[in-house]
């Protein structure tokens, strides 16, 4: 389920909007100058290589970077994997890596062909947590702060799209801000 919840940036209680409209979240993020759209979902997302992903949204990235501004597009892919002794560990490591306040040197655009994950965006007086589902692509603005939550059971592929190899580190800001917030998990219970 998409959803958009904006919140008091000091008060995580004070919802101020909650919708699962995207007609109503593209416009709320607007007025924050932050770029929602939603391309069409492949339903065998899962079992569709990346290459064929890319293929088949290929007509999508060519407008998203009309100006040719990607160097870099690729497929990241996380999935639940109970036969793995590992992964709870792997997957507890992939949701800590952003789970801080943080922001880019560069545009954070992710699409999402399957699977979940929420930008929490720190705006002026307010956090926007906007949880993408497959078909929902998201940019954040350089230097925006915000986090990311993939929840306590990761499940996602997204395709990425950088300018410059290294534009993707996180630079922390260190404040604690993001524990206050409501997780992925309870934002959709
Ligand atoms: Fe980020």
């Known amino acids: 389920m998409t959803l958009l919840q904006v919140m008091a940036a000091d008060n995580a209680t004070d919802v101020r909007v909650r919708t699962t409209v995207p007609t109503e979240i ?6 924050y100058g932050i770029a ?17 992903l890319l293929a088949h949204y290929a007509p999508h990235i060519g407008e998203l970077d009309a100006a040719l501004r990607y160097r870099h597009i690729d497929v990241a892919r996380i999935r639940p994997d109970d036969a793995d002794p590992a992964w709870p560990a792997t997957a507890a490591g992939a949701r800590a890596k952003f789970l801080d306040e943080h922001r880019h040197a560069e545009d954070e655009v992710r699409f999402f062909a399957a699977g979940r994950g929420c930008f929490y965006l720190h705006l002026d007086d307010a956090v926007l947590a906007t949880v993408c589902e497959a078909g929902d692509l998201l940019s954040v603005p350089a230097g925006t702060l915000h986090w990311f939550d993939m929840g306590a059971r990761p499940d996602f592929i997204a395709i990425r799209f950088f300018e410059e190899a290294d534009g993707w580190i996180g630079d922390f800001t260190g404040d604690p801000i993001s524990a206050s917030f409501p997780t992925l998990d309870e934002l959709l219970a």
């Open 26 to 31: 593209g416009a709320e993020l607007a007025k």
């Open 36 to 52: 929602f759209s939603r391309w069409d979902v492949v339903a065998d997302a899962t079992t569709t290589d990346s290459d064929a």
